[in-house]
């Protein structure tokens, strides 16, 4: 810890590690959003082969992009609560 950091009070404490377990939240949202669309792309390929496992490739690619999209509104939306 720096310096600065030990002087804080318990309620600014507080309020930092709150900050981290939503943003630790949102990460772990973002991961299950990924590993959803990914695991469903493979199912699909599994159940209706082609050459270039486009389930796969398609879906993952699209929970990328709704991951960052959720990611984004929530970030905007905590800063928003916070002012």
Same mark, same amino acid.
């Given at each position: 810890?720096?310096?600065? &950091?030990?002087?804080?009070?318990?309620?600014?404490?507080?309020?930092?590690?709150?900050?981290?377990? =939503?943003?630790?939240?949102?990460?772990?949202?973002?991961?299950?959003?990924?590993?959803?669309?990914?695991?469903?792309?493979?199912?699909? &390929?599994?159940?209706?082969?082609?050459?270039?496992?486009?389930?796969?490739?398609?879906?993952?690619?699209?929970?990328?992009?709704?991951?960052?999209?959720?990611?984004?509104? =929530?970030?905007?939306?905590?800063?928003?609560?916070?002012?």
């Amino acid at each position: 810890m720096k310096l600065k &950091d030990q002087h804080k009070t318990p309620k600014a404490q507080k309020e930092q590690l709150n900050t981290y377990a =939503r943003f630790s939240g949102i990460a772990l949202q973002m991961f299950a959003i990924i590993a959803i669309g990914t695991f469903t792309g493979v199912k699909l &390929d599994e159940k209706f082969p082609n050459q270039h496992n486009l389930y796969t490739v398609a879906l993952s690619l699209l929970a990328v992009i709704t991951s960052i999209i959720y990611v984004i509104r =929530r970030i905007i939306a905590i800063s928003k609560e916070e002012n």
